[in-house]
């Protein structure tokens, strides 16, 4: 059974930084366009960031400059690294694949079919 895993959530302090990594089960990494989304108490899940097959990414606004996506093809593993972390960063933290192709990048959650359980990120002020 293919899984994704994450790890590397806990607790921060606002302006501090954790890297979340994102471990497969299998060989899916390099064929899928991965994400992270994030659900914070109360809130619907949001997009973080993308990265398709080659390497193109896409960070959301409210995170650009502070947070980058990448991807470990010969690892089978996602990466997130945070910096210049906010309060409004604390969250659940999952990691998805788009196995079915399409579009380069897939910014649509519904697009994505496969989930890891989640890690908590919580960040104190």
């Known amino acids: 059974q293919v899984q994704l895993e994450e790890s590397g959530g806990g607790l921060v302090q606002a302006g501090g930084s954790l890297r979340l990594s994102c471990a497969a089960s299998?060989?899916?990494?390099?064929?899928?366009?991965m994400a992270w989304f994030r659900q914070a108490p109360g809130k619907t899940r949001e997009l973080v960031a993308a990265i398709s097959k080659s390497g193109t990414r896409f960070h959301a606004t409210s995170v650009a400059g502070r947070f980058t996506i990448a991807r470990d093809n010969a690892k089978n593993t996602l990466y997130l690294e945070m910096n210049r972390i906010i309060v409004e960063g604390t969250a659940i933290y999952y990691c998805?694949?788009?196995?079915?192709?399409?579009?380069?990048?897939?910014?649509?959650?519904?697009?994505?079919?496969?989930w890891g359980q989640g890690t908590q990120v919580t960040v104190s002020s």
């Open positions: 998805a694949a788009g196995r079915a192709g399409g579009p380069p990048l897939i910014l649509s959650i519904e697009k994505y079919d496969l």
């Open positions: 299998a060989d899916i990494i390099s064929g899928a366009v």
